[in-house]
């Protein structure tokens, strides 16, 4: 019988492939949709799959209307991918994040125990809730110790899928993802912002991109890759948490390199902290800037990953490279200018 699927953020970038992946497997898909005004739905136009996912309007703020939801889809499996999900904005908007990617995961669970409770459950965990890191590579065992609200909302939102697993033998799991990125990716997020910026400033749209911390270190992998952990952990015989990353730690100064390298620029790169400044070495143009405004009170310095466990238990494995990341990253946002450019004429 065809199983359904509930998942929530489903215009997030995860949302659409996880949506994409599952219609694949044929799934009936349930895409819940928080109503922001926004009619665009693009990432599931540019997967083509717009007209297969049902939506729905479910906001994780409101406990009834999650309820109604549950009710009316009977989900055999919930992913959890709504959330505030930019820690940068967690600094400015700490209680709304806490609302949403805490209680609104309990919000969800509660649901679940009383109208659906066999309902099988994903949570976005991440790697945020490391943080100021205790040790490298990171663990499903590492300690947690977050450095922003989002983290540590995030934490909640973890800690609680754990305990009604524990407590009321649901199949809830959590997944430790890190960062993983792709040309859907929101442009607020670094990799986007560069590789966006990039497609802009080869056709003479802006000048430079200006950036904060460009020192900090992120495991960063490809998001298709990881939408397919989340499913396999919902398929294993028990329900348990694991850890998602490349094992591969890399800076937003060597992430910007190599996406400036696909469109034919070489950087060269000039002071440091606040005073850095990202060169073309052929014209002696300033592409990169560095501004405070992008930084945050607390960083996280650094993240590495040890995917072992999932490795050895579902089975999983990053296959996208780094620099390839970055390559198509950066080639689908030059196709995207071109045709912003073109249609604009
Ligand atoms: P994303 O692109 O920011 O998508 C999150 C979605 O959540 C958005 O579509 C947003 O809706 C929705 N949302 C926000 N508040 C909501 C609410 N109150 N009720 C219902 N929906 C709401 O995030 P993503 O990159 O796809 O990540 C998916 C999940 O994984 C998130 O929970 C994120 O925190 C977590 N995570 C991401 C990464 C990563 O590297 N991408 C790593 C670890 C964990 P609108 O479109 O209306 O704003
Ligand atoms: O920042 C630095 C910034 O916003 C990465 C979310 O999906 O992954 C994401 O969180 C790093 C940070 O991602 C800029 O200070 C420098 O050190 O792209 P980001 P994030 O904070 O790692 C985790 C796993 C999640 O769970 C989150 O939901 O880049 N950085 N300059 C910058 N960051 C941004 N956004 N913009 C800059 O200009």
Request: glycine share 8%.
């Amino acid at each position: 019988m065809k199983k359904t699927a509930l998942i929530t953020g489903i215009r997030g970038q995860d949302g659409g492939y996880l949506a994409k992946m599952l219609l694949e497997k044929g799934y009936e898909v349930y895409g819940a949709d928080r109503r922001s005004g926004e009619t665009g739905f693009w990432r599931l136009k540019e997967l083509a799959i717009y007209e297969d996912v049902k939506i729905v309007y479910m906001d994780l703020l409101e406990l009834t209307n999650v309820m109604k939801i549950i009710e009316k889809v009977k989900p055999d499996e919930v992913y959890n991918l709504a959330a505030q999900s930019f820690v940068q904005a967690s600094f400015d908007q700490p209680l709304l994040t806490s609302d949403i990617n805490s209680l609104g995961v309990l919000r969800l669970l509660e649901s679940l125990r009383v109208i659906q409770p066999d309902a099988k459950f994903y949570q976005a965990s991440t790697s945020e809730m490391f943080g100021k890191v205790e040790h490298s590579p990171q663990t499903e065992a590492t300690p947690f110790h977050p450095r922003s609200p989002y983290g540590v909302s995030k934490l909640f939102g973890h800690w609680i899928t754990v305990n009604y697993r524990e407590s009321y033998g649901m199949f809830c799991c959590s997944g430790l993802l890190f960062n993983h990125e792709s040309p859907l990716r929101g442009l607020e997020f670094v990799t986007r912002k560069i590789s966006y910026s990039v497609g802009r400033i080869l056709y003479g749209l802006q000048n430079k991109v200006v950036l904060g911390n460009v020192d900090a270190k992120r495991d960063w992998g490809y998001a298709p890759e990881y939408v397919e952990a989340m499913h396999l952990m919902l398929q294993q015989s028990n329900p348990d948490d694991y850890l998602i990353a490349t094992g591969e730690s890399h800076s937003i100064r060597e992430f910007a390199e190599l996406a400036f390298k696909t469109a034919g620029y070489q950087i060269e790169w000039k002071g440091d902290g606040v005073n850095t400044t990202g060169i073309d070495r052929k014209t002696g143009k300033v592409l990169i800037a560095v501004n405070k405004e992008f930084y945050r009170p607390a960083e996280v310095d650094a993240l590495i990953g040890r995917a072992e466990k999932s490795s050895k238990t579902l089975g999983w494995k990053p296959k996208i490279t780094f620099a390839e990341l970055a390559a198509l990253m950066v080639e689908a946002d030059i196709k995207r200018v071109e045709t912003e450019i073109s249609t604009r004429k």
